[in-house]
């Protein structure tokens, strides 16, 4: 298909235009006192990179002072747009099927490896193909481990859905089934 000819779903579009657009994911924490955010900044007319951040909090309330910052130093992956699909299924979070329009698209992470800086990190251990960090804060610590990205490619879908960008995976087997994997929020 031709660029000329591409069209996808307008809203993520104009969402993912402007540059440094911060997402909060509310789903994907390990620990109370942690808030993990991405930055979506648009390349190209239908490319644009993802940069996660982590912050580790003083208080399991994500209160006081920030004890650890976690991130891979750049951008985590770069996605492409390559086509619409209509009519597709999609099972939310909550398990509800919706039938939508989604953007398909791939994505390719950077090889890179996931590092905490700050003055709750303790211990920063890495096992080749993952790294564990301790972090500790005013009530205790966590172990967290992070596996190192290595050029991987995958492929799903995108969805602005009352508000949230849905990051979709194809069910196994279907081509017109996905799930919802991540989530994100203003």
Known sequence: MSSDTFTHDLAVESTLQAEDDIWLNPDKKEVDH??????????????????????????????????????????????????ILPNVSITLPNGNVIIETIDLGTSVQSIA??????????????GGLT???????????????????NAQTSSGGLLMFNGELLVLLRVPGSTTSFVVNQRYIR
């Open 34 to 83: 942690m808030t993990r955010t991405v930055t979506l900044v648009a390349t190209g007319a239908r490319v644009f990179t993802v940069t996660p951040q982590e912050q580790l909090f003083a208080h399991a309330d994500c209160t006081g002072d920030v004890v650890a910052t976690g991130s891979f130093g750049t951008r985590q992956e770069t996605v492409q747009y390559l086509e």
């Open 113 to 126: 490896t996931f590092v905490y800086t700050g003055s709750g990190v303790t211990t920063t251990i890495d």
């Open 131 to 149: 790294t564990l960090t301790r972090v500790d804060y005013a009530d205790g610590y966590a172990n967290i481990f992070r596996a190192k990205t």
